[in-house]
């Protein structure tokens, strides 16, 4: 079966920064879109990176972009989200996620909670 362990979130101070890994097994992931979405509590989850696998080619939303990198190590089959100058608006659950396709998120982590302090 296909599993994604998320691990790295933490309490930190707005301008600190944090580095989730996201450890990927099951299959070959050759061809895969992986990414990193969060979940706010009474906010809409949302994808804040995301990655080819094979090619590295990178997408951010606008509210991350300049701040978050995502990268991935192949031979490691991990994914990574560096997050720099945090913000309070950061705060919330970060889950690693996979996908064939561009609308539907196919497979999970279970999170892990980022908290970003004033």
């Known amino acids: 079966q296909v599993r994604l362990v998320e691990s790295g979130g933490g309490l930190v101070q707005a301008g600190g920064s944090l580095r989730l890994s996201c450890a990927a097994s099951g299959r070959t992931f050759i061809g895969y879109t992986m990414g990193w979405l969060r979940q706010a509590p009474g906010k809409e989850r949302e994808t804040v990176a995301t990655?080819?696998?094979?090619?590295?080619?990178?997408y951010y939303a606008d509210s991350v972009k300049g701040r978050f990198t995502i990268s991935r190590d192949n031979a490691k089959n991990t994914i990574y989200l560096q997050m720099d100058r945090l913000k309070p608006e950061d705060t919330a659950v970060y889950y690693c996620?996979?996908?064939?396709?561009?609308?539907?998120?196919?497979?999970w982590g279970q999170g892990t909670q980022v908290t970003v302090s004033s």
């Open positions: 996620a996979a996908r064939l396709g561009t609308t539907a998120w196919n497979w």
């Open positions: 990655i080819r696998w094979s090619s590295g080619t990178t």
